[in-house]
């Protein structure tokens, strides 16, 4: 008989140990940490202490994501007010750039709009005096941003956006902008970090997909009705 037919008999005869109740308490398994044999009941209650180990284990992460998440969603609301209470169109892309940097600790963060025809209600800009959101933009960026459909994060693998900040790119998010679902995008918004892991490639895009939304949004007053 051997080891697998035991394992079969013992599966087959599940009332075993309460028939030979006497062989359960005297039965001695190797202990899992330490080179000593235990009894198998204790060796169960070892078990039994691994798993709710991880249990606790696993609840404390899913507490640490949802602080995380709730965190999050806060600055988000915060940042979203911050432009809702803004009168002024033409003042919007600072205050959304400014809010990014601010309320969600971005180390830099750059914004790119064309095609505005910008609305002549005060929103144009004078002579000599073109902001940076207006600066211009290549064919190629704007066929990339046409072409994502979700936020790309990741290490900065010479992005062009990449030459609108100051500072040296470690990591990078893209977000186009468009309004509705329309395939064509009117900007581009910029998050970057030194930190070649601040935005990975692996990290989630929801909340980045809804700054977009409301970066959108927010930003459609300066295109031509």
Known sequence: MDANAVAQYLQDHSDFFEQ?????S??????????????????????????VRGMELRVAELVRNA???????????????ALLKEPSARKLPDVLTTGLADIFSVPDVALRLWGLPVKADGAGAS???TPAWQGSVTDDVRSFTNSLMSPHC???SGFEAAAWLERTVGSIALIPLRVGLSPQAFGLLVLAS????????????AFLARIGEVASASLSRLLAD
């Open 194 to 205: 030194p930190d070649p892991d601040r935005f990975s490639p692996s990290m989630g895009t």
């Open 20 to 24: 030979h109740a006497e062989l359960f």
């Open 26 to 51: 005297t039965l001695k398994v190797p202990h899992p940490h330490e080179g000593r044999a235990i009894p198998l009941a204790e060796r169960q209650v070892l078990a039994l202490r691994e798993r």
């Open 154 to 156: 990741g290490p900065n």
């Open 127 to 129: 002579a000599g005096d």
């Open 67 to 81: 602080a995380e998440n709730e965190h999050i969603a806060d600055n988000l609301q915060r940042w979203s007010r």
